[in-house]
């Protein structure tokens, strides 16, 4: 029988020998949180892959893979069920198809022109604006928000009557929004115009043709038809900000 130093000689070296062998094995490199490309979360993808689809389309058709039918469909369920402040619900919109149509951009033209003061070159790009980009279309959305409900509501609460306002802006936004990116997602290329902007005589000019209250004011008008080219300007590609100059974290 061995002796207990012999024992504890051989013990020792087998401890020795494994050392040896740890010691051969590469030693990971510690790699900092902020380096490490974050993983994108995989439930939102299909969501995001709408979100970054969606695009303006200036070149499109007077065709539409959906029904008039399912146009006002689609509209009305973003309209139901987009946010709003106080569940206020003041934000309306209008589907004008066909005649409809061509006849909202004719008098958005017509209007745009007074306010060019004979400026020829000026006069000639907003016809070939309208004329090439959106009328060509086969629909628009008119989008509106009912200031007669604003107003309402700003005076149940006068300490922030003004706030409304701007709250009414922000919900035609993700209204608008919401729209766009569905019918882009139905095989609609779109893009968001602001004609009613430009003048009053605009906005009383499709009040009037939407047939609409006059407490209705015009915030876009979204014309969109199945796209004929590529989205954007090819003369100004898309390009990004570093998002290190947009989005902050602050955790502690």
Same mark, same amino acid.
């Given at each position: ?29 510690p790699v900092s949180a902020a ?97 090439? &980009? ?7 959305? $008119?989008?509106? *928000?009912?200031?007669? #409900?604003?107003? =309402? +509501? ?41 004609? &009613? ?7 009383? $000019?499709?009040? *009037?043709?939407?047939? #609409?209250?006059? =407490? +209705? ?36």
């Open positions: 029988m061995p002796s207990l130093a012999s024992q504890l000689k051989k013990t020792l070296h087998m401890g020795e020998n494994k050392a040896e062998a740890s010691a051969k094995l590469p030693i990971p490199t380096t490490q490309e974050p993983k994108n979360p995989s439930g939102s993808a299909a969501f995001f892959d709408a979100v970054e689809n969606r695009r303006s389309y200036y070149g499109i058709k007077a065709e539409s893979p959906l029904t008039d039918e399912q146009l006002v469909a689609l509209v009305g369920r973003a309209v139901k069920h987009a946010p709003n402040s106080f569940n206020m619900q003041q934000s309306r919109a209008v589907v004008l198809t066909g005649k409809a149509h061509a006849e909202l951009w004719e008098k958005v033209l017509e209007t745009n022109l007074k306010g060019l003061g004979g400026d020829k070159d000026q006069e000639e790009q907003a016809r070939g604006r309208v004329n090439g &980009a959106f009328k060509t279309g086969y629909g628009t959305v $008119a989008f509106f *928000e009912d200031m007669d #409900v604003v107003k =309402a +509501w700003g005076e149940k609460m006068p300490f922030v009557a003004e706030a409304f306002v701007q709250w009414s802006d922000v919900a035609t936004g993700i209204l608008q929004y919401i729209v766009w990116t569905a019918l882009e997602k139905e095989g609609l290329g779109a893009s968001l115009q602001h004609y &009613a902007q430009y003048s009053q005589e605009t906005q009383d $000019a499709i009040t *009037e043709l939407c047939k #609409v209250p006059a =407490a +209705w004011r015009c915030t876009a008008l979204l014309p969109f038809g199945v796209p004929i080219g590529p989205p954007g300007n090819p003369a100004h590609p898309k390009d990004f900000q570093p998002l290190e100059e947009r989005v902050k974290l602050i955790s502690a």
